[in-house]
């Protein structure tokens, strides 16, 4: 079992940032992939990024592409999203995952561990 920790989140005006943190403990070895989600009132959970422990492909969604940044710090079993140029629309609940799997990086059933998830709201 795997225990994602999400913290960062607040309150930001337009066009500023935040960098949320997750911070990942139990079977961490197991862990092939992280990604961010994020679920806007009324709406769906939607893919924002994602990141291999070992180096390989980086993702993004087309909302986020440019502005937000996804890195993680493996001595420290954390992945991080730096969030730049924040937009109103960006306002959510934002939520780290864990797969042990390599494919379908934008796909929430990948997924097996979650966070309890993490509020930004950006005003405008």
């Known amino acids: 079992q795997v225990q994602l920790v999400e913290s960062g989140g607040g309150l930001v005006q337009a066009g500023g940032s935040l960098r949320l943190s997750c911070a990942a403990s139990g079977r961490t070895f197991s862990s092939v992939q992280m990604g961010w989600f994020r679920q806007a009132p009324g709406k769906e959970r939607e893919f924002v990024a994602a990141i291999s422990w070992s180096g390989g492909p980086i993702y993004y969604s087309g909302s986020v592409k440019g502005r937000f940044t996804i890195s993680r710090d493996n001595a420290k079993n954390t992945v991080y999203l730096q969030m730049n140029s924040l937009k109103p629309e960006d306002t959510a609940v934002y939520y780290c995952?864990?797969?042990?799997?390599?494919?379908?990086?934008?796909?929430?059933?990948?997924?097996?561990?979650w966070g309890q998830g993490t509020q930004v709201t950006v005003s405008s």
């Open positions: 995952a864990r797969s042990r799997y390599a494919t379908a990086a934008s796909s929430d059933r990948t997924y097996d561990s």
